[in-house]
């Protein structure tokens, strides 16, 4: 570690590349030779105009985007997607599918109930307190979209392959796994991530639309809730969040130049996941929450035999340097967020620091 740094396994605001941290220290008080921090940088300058230019340019280079997408910053978080996607694409008429597989599915499901739009749920894990992901979903065949999860942080499941809609656009929330793995676009007609989880801090969610769907949306709606204007002005038509566009920016160029791009990001995250799982899995003293073939590469669920050891797990954890293992507060247990920031150093702390005490407690 550097500078008395934890190893950080936080699910949100979460790690962030230490290179990305140093380039930001660097450059903090003198931006590119401006004189002013990125922070002080008029979004209408030319200093500007190259962050977020370079950071839609990376992003369409990482997912391999043509033309059709346009990458989008919007404030809010991926909460407020939850209502933008149905007032942008849900007429009177039309209807949307939904699958719940955990608290983030449920939020988007409420704020489409909220806005009296009609929506079906398809599939849902619930039966078993949301520890899979559900296979086989039968979708509507007049679906304006069909709404997904791709990672679920409280529950620690992801969709390791996106289901066949038919033709029907996904309308995806990414926040915990966008540019962790290759994505066949073809199959996405939105998808939105906030930042804090896996791309920047918080306070910027990245939407990347396709002009289809773009061109579908409602424009009777208030300026700032429709997807349009933020197309139609590069994310500038009101003073976009800079230093999170910045930092999102910079992770970017981390992936794309340090990692050497989404594929091999894909293998270091693998790397580290079966790692951790397979240390998991060959104790009786720990166990995983998700089931197996929905076990989550973003996010590794599990518990101890019982809430007093694992509130001590936290506390011993945290003084050996190793943050943000408590559970979500509506499950309990215990999490660790292994993120694209992550390193392969940290997850090996954390195992050693899981045997010794298991020997400890056991």
Known sequence: ??????????????ALPLQVLEKIQASFLNFNQSGMSITEVSHRSSYFDDVINDAVDRAK??????????????????????????????????????VNTGTWSTKAIKEAEILKKNYTVVASSED????Y?????EFSNDAKYVHLTSNNTIKGTQFHEFPDTNGIPIVCDMSSDIFSRPLDMEK??????????NLGPSGTCMVIIRQDMLDMANVDLPSMLKYSTYASKNSMYNTPPCFGVYTIDLVLKWIEEEMGGIEKMEEYNIKKADLLYDFIDSSSFYRTTAEKDSKSLMNVTFRLPGEELEKLFVVKATEKGL???????S???????????????????????MESFEKENK
Do not use: W
């Open 128 to 131: 078993k307190n949301f520890s």
């Open 61 to 98: 280079r990482l997912l391999k985007l043509d033309d059709r997408f346009h990458v989008l910053f919007i404030q809010g978080g991926a909460s407020l997607q939850f209502a933008m996607i149905p007032m942008n694409f849900l007429s009177e008429s039309d209807t949307a599918d939904y």
């Open 1 to 14: 570690m550097t500078d008395q740094r934890i190893f950080n396994f936080n699910a949100g605001p979460a």
């Open 188 to 197: 996405f007609g939105l998808i939105y991530a906030g930042a804090q989880k």
């Open 331 to 353: 499950v309990g247990g215990c999490r660790a967020s292994i993120y694209n920031a992550t390193t392969m150093e940290g997850i090996n702390a954390l195992i050693q620091f």
């Open 133 to 137: 992901i559900p296979k086989n979903i």
């Open 323 to 329: 943050g943000g293992l408590k559970g979500h507060r």
